[in-house]
């Protein structure tokens, strides 16, 4: 720790540069009065000394991103930070202003906007661009306009912006609910942030889709006379040069912490290989072009020179990751051996914006086993293991029974080792949820190992789980998903979206076909549900076969299977039981399921 740069104060001198104003109070409300945001609550984070509660790393990190207010990025470009997870972006055009990822909710980009406009005139959106499909970039849209201006987003950009809600959304947000720490005190003990800015809003989110898609590296746009090159990065993402404003924005692919390959709320496997390989080419193609590099999440980097070497060490710090995992990874180590087993170089080591904050070396190291030889080591041992709790119960009657694992882990924790004492109450407490002495010592173990993380996804984690062994499960805080998300999906997502809820064993005897009719989309679909499997196709055009015929439109579709109506005002032929049939054998998520119980 005492090996790392604290006198440094070139991050707070970037993170102050062009302050305009704040918003004060920096407490945003829906209309009926619920708090959504509330960056006052941070303010204990501008004390100098860092407590014994939190690591001294993440604690400076959460004093930089914990400044909010707006800010000049460059002549004609502007940034709103510390009002939701991101920052929101503005390029002033002739008439108005272009926005650049308009953070996740519509009342805290609502709260961006009217900040900006009282200190730059009360401009008119011109247009909008979203830099990639996390909600956090798109999610508030409807905060800055209704529509009808330009809305530029990378190619695939609708598929991913909806596909996690379409499929493992229930799981993704009860997960977030951990990673964020939402329901935390804000305080020494408690949140102080989550790396990428200081923890997601929980208002209205919303999604227009994009009027038009950027499909190469460098296709250039202008809207309002804002001109913009493009360089398309994986996932649906891009960065953007406003060649004109020497500026160049970074999106997600570069910022002061190392990224998540794979976020604690689960996600696919990011490719850091590509990701790379991206950064080569950013650097290549656009830092001598650009005074001034900012990104979607924390402050901007001024200077040529210094943009290079942030970008190069950005680029540095993914490769390395990839390509020491591979090497450790080709001598039979396993995932776990690596992350205990690699090291960044001492230049990357000790460059604040390459810690670990809300990615992480060790699970990072992880993510790219996990991408390239899956779940499974190699060692037949864990090949048919038991379920947690299964296992949980062997364990412990091997131990001596739930006091003597008690008393094993308290062992552990004199010799400071709290990630085995962990791992041991964790048994007990999965043999048996009512071992109160076991829970109240595995959360003391978790808020010790909490205040220890340097990275703020882990600290959330640990707490998040002290706190419901003690207080109980504590329910996710976002909207419900918007009427945006369900207007978007695709005929072929909406299928899916009821595929994934059927109960196979209720259905294993069911057999049923259901032809569709999306008569303003002039498009067919048959659906049929056999062996518990509801599967989409194209339809017959004669019909032959299906139990019942639907003569739609997309939106009735919606509200029949994503709303639960009626069939009122549907053309149908048929067996309208078939419906019900279906409906009743599809399961409903369970938003709050038990993670650190049983």
Known sequence: MADLPFHDRADFEDADRGFIAKLSPAVITTVDGRVVWDNDSYEFLQQEDCPQTAHPSLWRQGALCARQGLYEVTEGIYQVRGLDLGNLTLAEGERGVVVIDPLISTECAAAALKLYRTHRGDRPVTGVVYTHAHADHFGGVRGVTGGGVPI????????????????????????AVYMYGPALPRSPEGQIGAGLGMTASTGTMSLIPPTAEIARTGQEETIDGVRMIFQ?????????LFPDHRALCLAENATHNQHNLLPLRGDAVRDVRAWARYLTET?????HRADVAFASHHWPTWGRERIERFLTQQRDLYAYLHDQTLRLLNKGLTGPEIAEAVRLPPELEQAWHARGYSGSLNHNVKAVYQRYLGWFDGNPAHLWEHPPRESAIRYVECLGGGAAVVAFARRYIDENDLRFAAQLLGHAVFADE????????????????????????WRNFYLMGALELTDGIVPATMEATSPDFFAALTVEQIFDSISIRVDGPRAWHERLAIDWHLIDL??????TLSNGAFVQQPAPSDGAGADLTLRLTKAQLVGLLAAGKGV????????????????????RPAPDFAIVTA
């Open 152 to 175: 530029l987003a990378p190619a695939g950009f609708m598929e991913h912006a909806i596909t996690q809600s379409v499929y493992a959304g229930p799981a993704m947000k009860r997960r």
């Open 232 to 240: 398309l990065t994986p996932v649906a993402e891009m960065n953007v």
């Open 283 to 287: 650097i290549a193609l656009y830092a």
């Open 434 to 457: 009512g071992n109160k002495e076991a829970r109240d010592l595995l959360a003391e173990v978790y808020t010790r190992l909490g205040h220890g993380a340097e990275n703020a996804t």
């Open 522 to 527: 002039g498009e067919r679909y048959r659906t």
């Open 568 to 587: 009122e005002g549907v053309d149908r032929e048929g067996d309208t039981t078939v419906l019900q049939r279906l409906v009743a054998v599809l399961d």
